[in-house]
Structure formats: C-alpha cells, structure tokens
C-alpha cells in the first residue's frame, strides 16, 4: 500500500466498510425512522438531496403582508385565503421561509411535503424514505458513525496514484495471467519451430540418405566385380576413394551410408566378396569412423559403432569394446558382449562369466547364436566356464547351451553341479538329462521327487518318464497318494503309464480317490488320453 | 539379347545382380514391389525372373503363380534367405520353380545359374 496517500487509503477503507455493513446499517435506520418522527425531521435538516421530495409552505391568512420574503407567496385562486409559496426542494430553506412568515401567520403555516408534485402526509413521507433507506437509493448522513465519510467515497470517483496507460495492467492477477499465456504462446511457438527444424532435418537425413546409397551402388559394384581381391590389396585408399564422387569424401553422412550398405552386402553375399567389402571399408579407413562412434554420448551410435565392428571383424578392437560390456546400458552392453565374444577370440567365455546383470532371453539368444557358429567353426568353446559364474542366468543359460548345442561331455559337470544348484537351475538341468537320457543322474532325480516345490517335482517326473526303472516306479505309486496338485498327479500318472502301464492298472485302478481313479480312466482312454 | 526381370526389393542387391547380369551380356529390368513385377510379368516378355519371396504389396507365390498363368515355362529363380521364410519356399519348390539361390549368396554363382537356364 506504499504510494497511496491518505485519502486513497480512506476511500478504500470507507469501500469495503460499505460493502461490509450497508445492507444491516440500511435496516436499522429504516427501524429507527418507523419509531421516530423526530428523527426524521433531523434527517430532512441535514439538506441532503432526496429524489423526488419537495416541499410548499402553506398559509391561511386573508392579508398579505408586505414583507420582501413573502414576494414568494401566492394566493391560491380556489380557496381565499389560502397562500401557498414556491416549491422548494431542500426542507432547510423550506424551514428558513417558515421563520420569515410572521406571527400572526405562523400559527397557521404548515409545511407540505410534495412526493413527485403530489402532496403528501407525513406517513407516507416516512415509507417514502424507509424504501429508499432500505433499498440503499439514499444513505442518510448521521454524525460521528462515518456515514457522511461514506458518502464521500461513494460520491467520488475512483482515480489511482499512478496512471498506468492499459487499465488491463493495473490489476496483479491479469498480469500473471498475460504473463503465463505470453508465456504459455511463446514456448508453443518455440516449440512447433523445434518440430519443424527437427522433422526438416531428418526429411533432409533421409533425402541425402538415398542419394548417398544411389551414389554408392555402381562404385561398389564395380569394385567388387571388376577387381579381384588381390588386385584390390594393392589399390591405395585414394585409388579406391576415386570410384567414389570426391566432393563426399570428408562427409559424416556419406561415409554412414557405405558402411551400411557394406554391412548389408556383407550379409546378403558369400565368397570372396565378403573379404572384398572388409578389405573397402579398412582401406576407406571407415573404421576409424566406426571407433569415433564409440565416443559418443548417445547410447544408439555407440551400439551402432558396435554393429560395425562387430560386422567388419575389427579384431584389434576388443579391448575397446570390452570396456563397454559392462556398460548400464542394455543395448550397448549387449551389443558389446556379442562382438567382444565374436572378436575377442576368447573360449573361455570369461566376458560372459563376469556378467553382473541378468541375461534376458533375447541377449541369450544372440550369444548363443554366436557361440554356436563358434562351434561350426570347429573351435572348443569352454561352456563349462559358465557353471561357475555368480550370475544365476549365465549358470543357467550355460546349461541351456548344453541342450542345444548337444554337448554331452559336459552332462557329468551338470550331475556334480545338481545337488548344490537352485531350484531354476535344477529344473534347466533336469531338462538336459531328459534330452539326453542320461539314466546317471538318476539317484538325484530321485530325490527331487519327494520335493514340495511344482515345478521341479513336474520336471523331475518328466525325466522318470525317460530314464525311470522300477525303483522310480515304486516311488511314484508311493508317492502318488499324497499328491494334491492337478498338474503333478497328470505327470505322475502320464509317466508311470509310460514306465508300465501293467503296473498303473494293477495298483491304481482300485485306488480309494476318485481323482486319480478319473485320470487314469481319461489317460487310458485311446480316444481322450490326447486332449 | 534375353530379358531378365529382376523382382527385389533391396535395391544394393538388384543393382548388384544388374550389374553382375549385364556382364554377362542380359538385358535387365528391375522392380521393388510385387505389383510392379506383376504389371512386368504381363507387359515385357522376359526369359527368366529373379524373384525375392518376402517383398511389398504381393507375396513371391503370388508373383510365381501369376507369372507361370502367363508363361508355364518361364525359368523362375528363387533368391531368398531360407531361415526367413521356410514354408513359403517350400511352397515355391511345389509350385515348380527352376532354382533357388539362398541369401548370402555369390553373384558369380548367380550368374552361372542363370546361364545354364537360359541356355537350357
């Protein structure tokens, strides 16, 4: 409120005052006026204008005295005798006549009060003002409680200290408001600008793109068909880089577009051409733009950097790329892992054994694809490595290549392993035992029957079904009759079907629960025991 | 000089397989998408089509079907990635393709192929 002056301060005072206690200050006075002529007249004598409120002195005399203040007198035609003065509109002048008239007349001199040019009692006069009162057409001035105060600051216009030219601007929350949507129209605009100069940009990626990759087709071509390899080992980078248009030479983009056209050409082509567009793309020193990718700060150009070297057998980079396969970024500590494992030349597996986070299913399908060809390549992959890693997913993902990869020379490590391995680990075991029919490992598959856990125990009678003899049929129908679950009652019974199927009639058939008794009728019946 | 349609959608493979043909003395017409190499099939009259299986708008048996409609005895060769789509390969063989040549391939070894159809 600094900058107000005194009478602003007042005015505003005096607003709310208003605001706050007219409508029950208008009801009192209307109260006090029903209960009080005397008041009323008090109130008539303050001079306040009210609308539509005047008044005439009326004299009955049959003389006019010659006094200057009865000039405004005059006789009323209908009824001698009667004088009757000029309307007057403020009871105090009315008031001040009255005083002139003298003596004698005064006695029988009235004031008449005129309500729109029509005379009226003093009753009416007093529900005149109450309605006034009350419907705050007219506030009346009593001394000493402010009314006249509020007067005042009702009468006079509001006018601020500081003129500020836009009116708009003079209240705090329209500017907030203006602001927030200038604001609000600003960002939009920077926005959709963004968009634009984004989506133009990639437009005009994607257009030099395909220039690029049109530009590269007969230059390739004719690399690849028209030289042999040997002839383009002697070929200097410039003498290759002349097939291609000069102007490109230096650009980032250009040299995108070859290596991946390369890397497509690599996979889709077999022979010597693959040596041809490996020997291309070192001459073109377009590793060194692969190993620039590697410092980037974007994980996808880094996995991309990867691919490359991954795909051109960059050999000498696996020192780089080993720091990445521990990297927090799935993508990149993938794609790390499978090149290192691809280029590191490593059998031990050592990158993999080292894995802090899990394997997902996807990452073991990559690394396996890789260690298969690994294989096929004649070289002796050390899986075993992987039984002994911390990481319960490389363990298990160990025995899974195993399985698929048929290794069974390694099925004597996974009987020494079972005993101490988790629940997940045993169920994966289980299932290269079942694969193999390594009948070995029955005495710990025996024990794994009496187990509370489902899933093992369904796995455990899954291999029974393979590599069971009569001691497991024996554990079975002993087992069978504290079985509850669904599923391990439908393996057991499937499994000992397999085993002897003599048997399961000759112990089953009269069992005393119906359960059992309706899946073995089900599993025995030709037409439903496959459904 | 003996037409070649060539029907890939790869165009570093189809320009590879153009130029490596055009050695070989073949004039050569390339198209991406299966309703191009219909519209090929039924405009030009080639000696042998190199047809992908996996390509945009028809399936490579639509495009064999199509093309023995017009021709019983065009030579039609098969350039596809048998990993990718095994059952629709083995449905080409059925519908009486003259050979197959699986991604990754040689282009020489193409070439040769081709030759021996041709001559054939």
């Given amino acids: ?132 009162i009350r419907n705050e057409l007219f506030a009346p001035s009593v001394a000493g409680d402010g009314g006249e105060l509020m007067l005042l ?88 880089w002349e097939f291609f248009p000069n102007a490109q030479a230096d650009n980032h983009l250009f040299k995108d577009v070859m290596i991946q056209e390369i890397i497509s050409l690599n996979k889709n082509m077999k022979g010597d051409f693959k040596s041809k567009l490996k020997l291309i793309y070192r001459k073109l020193n377009l590793v060194a733009h692969s190993f620039k990718k590697l410092e980037s700060s974007q994980w996808d150009i880094v996995t991309t950097g990867l691919v490359e070297i991954n795909e051109m057998d960059v050999l000498e980079a696996a020192p780089i790329v080993q720091k990445f396969t521990h990297h927090e970024n799935f993508h990149i500590r993938s794609q790390a892992v499978a090149t290192y494992l691809n280029i590191s030349n490593d059998m031990t597996l050592q990158v993999l054994v080292h894995q802090t986070f899990p394997l997902s299913r996807w990452q073991q399908m990559t690394y396996f694809r890789i260690i298969r060809f690994l294989t096929n390549q004649g070289t002796k992959v050390q899986v075993e490595r992987l039984f002994d890693s911390y990481n319960e997913s490389v363990r298990i993902f160990g025995y899974r290549i195993v399985r698929y990869l048929g290794l069974v020379d390694r099925l004597e490590i996974l009987k020494e392993k079972y005993p101490n391995a988790s629940r997940d680990e045993k169920i994966e075991i289980l299932k290269c035992f079942d694969v193999f029919s390594f009948t070995d490992a029955i005495e710990h598959v025996h024990q794994d029957i009496y187990t509370e856990d489902k899933d093992l125990y369904v796995a455990a009678v899954k291999v029974l079904q393979n590599i069971g003899t009569v001691i497991s049929q024996t554990i079975l129908i002993e087992r069978i009759e504290h079985l509850v679950d669904f599923d391990c009652l439908k393996a057991t019974l499937e499994a000992l079907k397999a085993m002897n199927p003599v048997l399961v009639e000759k112990e089953l058939e009269s069992s005393l629960k119906e359960e059992i008794r309706q899946m073995l009728a089900h599993l025995q019946d030709p037409i439903l025991c496959d459904v | 000089m003996k037409n070649i349609l060539v029907i890939e959608d790869d165009k570093l493979i189809s320009s590879l397989v153009q130029f490596r043909l055009k050695k070989e003395g073949y004039s050569v017409t390339m198209v991406e998408d299966g309703i191009s190499g219909m519209d090929a099939i039924d405009t030009q009259e080639a000696d042998l089509i190199i047809t992908d299986v996996m390509i945009p708008y028809k399936n490579g048996i639509e495009i064999i079907n199509h093309a023995r409609k017009v021709n019983p005895k065009i030579p039609i060769i098969v350039l596809s990635s048998l990993g990718e789509e095994e059952s629709t390969v083995m449905e080409a063989f059925n519908l009486g393709v003259s050979d197959f040549v699986p991604k990754p391939f040689n282009p020489n070894e193409l070439a040769v192929r081709v030759r021996r159809l041709i001559n054939n």
């Fill in chain 1, 1 to 132: 409120m600094t900058g107000f002056t005194k009478r602003q301060k007042l005015f505003a005072f005096l607003f709310l005052h208003q605001l706050l206690f007219s409508l029950p200050f208008g009801i009192s006075q209307a109260q006090v006026l029903h209960q009080d002529w005397v008041q009323v007249d008090s109130l008539l004598l303050t001079g306040q204008d009210i609308p539509g409120l005047e008044f005439v002195i009326v004299a009955d005399s049959l003389f006019l005295p010659a006094d200057s203040t009865i000039v405004r007198f005059h006789k009323d035609i209908a009824q001698p005798g009667r004088w009757y003065s000029d309307t007057l509109g403020s009871y105090v002048e009315a008031k001040a006549l009255e005083q002139h008239i003298p003596n004698e007349m005064r006695d029988r001199a009235s004031i008449v009060y005129i309500l729109f040019k029509k005379e009226s009692n003093p009753e009416a006069l007093l529900e005149y003002l109450d309605n006034l």
């Fill in chain 1, 153 to 240: 600051a009702n009468r006079t216009a509001f006018k601020p200290f500081y003129q500020i030219r836009l009116r708009i601007l003079s209240d705090l929350k329209m500017i907030v408001l203006l602001f927030s949507l200038i604001l609000f129209f600003l960002a939009s605009v920077f926005l959709v600008g963004f968009m634009f100069f984004v989506r133009s940009k990639k437009r005009r990626t994607e257009v030099m793109t395909q220039r690029f990759k049109s530009l590269c087709y007969e230059p390739l071509s004719n690399l690849l068909f028209e030289y042999e390899l040997d002839e383009l080992k002697d070929f200097s980078a410039q003498k290759i």
